[in-house]
């Protein structure tokens, strides 16, 4: 008999997808089991390939008690009551960003994990790329000295065609929004995670080029206030020509960090060097970052040691908070006080 420590399940067969799979299948402790996707001849066909089950209705596998875990990787308006579902059925989740499309939705799903004793992990990747884990070590040791500010752009490409493939994408009531939850909360949750706290943020959204084809934004800027003192501005959108890489820069007392072309830089007075780069894997959107293999794995070493998952669902509140943020903020033009 096969020996395994976490039986898996994935839901949603989708632009993601290929990035959990890889991971699960290569994963020595836990064994794929079942696939979802309401795409009957897509899953059964995926099925087939890995040596699966699968079914196109997520109820088939809640109450399977070989199934330990739970991918949801499904649009938006999903992740909630699906989320909600595994939790009752006592299963783990690992579940794509934006935890869910508002806040009070991603409250509920932490305290119902609280009481269900079942963790939520929440695909924060990027935090797991070699640049990004050197730049937190480095404002961690106070070696720069404290963080007194940072800039962060976004410029990726979105158009027309990206929204029509998929029927969910660009409206309120199924995205939630859209730069913002969709492509930048990955880099706002990379500036609270570098900055610490924030204490306010304001912010704007606009429409700038597909007011013809989507409800949401397509282009976002922010600046923010962090309880430390220290000042960030954001800018975003997805009107360019290009995926480029996300840049960033913080700003500490001796020295700057600067993250751009998938590597860190350290300038130090007049000094500029790299301190590390980030491995290039073959399959993988570099924009998107590398770290989904490595963000899995370390999920399942905690979820079989029972201990307490690293990017956890407080994670994915305070980082969509961010988000909604700027979208109240830009409604009211005025200063939007973080809670959490």
């Given at each position: 008999m096969e020996?395994?420590?976490?039986?898996?399940?994935?839901?949603?067969?989708?632009?993601?997808?290929?990035?959990?799979?890889?991971?699960?299948?290569?994963?020595?402790?836990?064994?794929?089991?079942?696939?979802?996707d309401i795409v009957e001849e897509k899953v059964k066909k995926l099925a087939s390939q890995y040596n699966c089950y699968y079914s196109t209705n997520i109820d088939d596998i809640l109450?399977?008690?070989?199934?330990?875990?739970?991918?949801?990787?499904t649009p938006?308006?999903?992740?909630?009551?699906?989320?909600?579902?595994?939790?009752?059925?006592?299963?783990?989740?690992?579940?794509?960003?934006?935890?869910?499309?508002?806040?009070?939705?991603?409250?509920?799903?932490?305290?119902?994990?609280l009481k269900m004793n079942?963790?939520?992990?929440?695909?924060?990747?990027?935090?797991?790329?070699?640049?990004l884990v050197e730049a937190k070590s480095i404002i961690e040791s106070k070696r720069l000295?404290?963080?007194?500010?940072?800039?962060?752009?976004?410029?990726?490409?979105?158009?027309?065609?990206?929204?029509?493939?998929?029927?969910?994408?660009?409206?309120?009531?199924?995205?939630?929004?859209?730069l913002l939850i969709?492509?930048?909360?990955?880099?706002?949750?990379?500036?609270?995670?570098f900055g610490g706290r924030i204490d306010k943020i304001k912010g704007h959204v606009d429409t700038r080029l597909l007011g013809d084809v989507i409800e949401v934004e397509d282009t976002a800027e922010a600046t923010i206030k962090f309880e430390n003192g220290a000042i960030g501005l954001f800018y975003g959108s997805n009107n360019y020509v290009d995926n480029s890489p996300v840049e960033m820069e913080i700003v500490c007392e001796k020295g700057k960090l600067l993250l751009r072309d998938g590597a860190l830089w350290l300038q130090d007075d007049e000094n500029?060097?790299?301190?590390?780069?980030?491995?290039?894997?073959?399959?993988?959107?570099?924009?998107?970052?590398n770290g989904h293999k490595i963000f899995i794995d370390k999920v399942y070493k905690k979820l079989i040691e029972d201990k307490p998952v690293e990017i956890d669902i407080d994670i994915g509140l305070k980082a969509l908070e961010i988000v909604q943020g700027i979208y109240i903020s830009s409604e009211q033009n005025d200063y939007y006080k973080m809670k959490y």
């Open positions: 020996e395994y420590k976490l039986g898996v399940a994935i839901v949603g067969c989708g632009t993601i997808f290929e990035n959990h799979i890889k991971a699960v299948i290569e994963n020595d402790e836990a064994k794929l089991l079942y696939l979802v109450y399977d008690d070989s199934i330990d875990v739970v991918h949801i990787l938006h308006y999903l992740h909630y009551e699906m989320a909600k579902k595994v939790l009752l059925a006592s299963k783990h989740v690992v579940l794509e960003k934006p935890a869910a499309i508002n806040v009070e939705d991603v409250q509920d799903l932490k305290q119902l994990s079942k963790q939520i992990a929440v695909v924060f990747q990027n935090r797991y790329n070699p640049s000295g404290s963080v007194i500010g940072m800039r962060a752009f976004i410029t990726w490409k979105r158009d027309e065609e990206y929204y029509n493939q998929d029927v969910w994408r660009g409206k309120w009531k199924t995205e939630g929004g859209g969709n492509q930048a909360i990955h880099t706002l949750d990379l500036m609270r995670w500029i060097q790299k301190v590390v780069s980030d491995d290039k894997i073959n399959g993988y959107k570099s924009y998107w970052g």
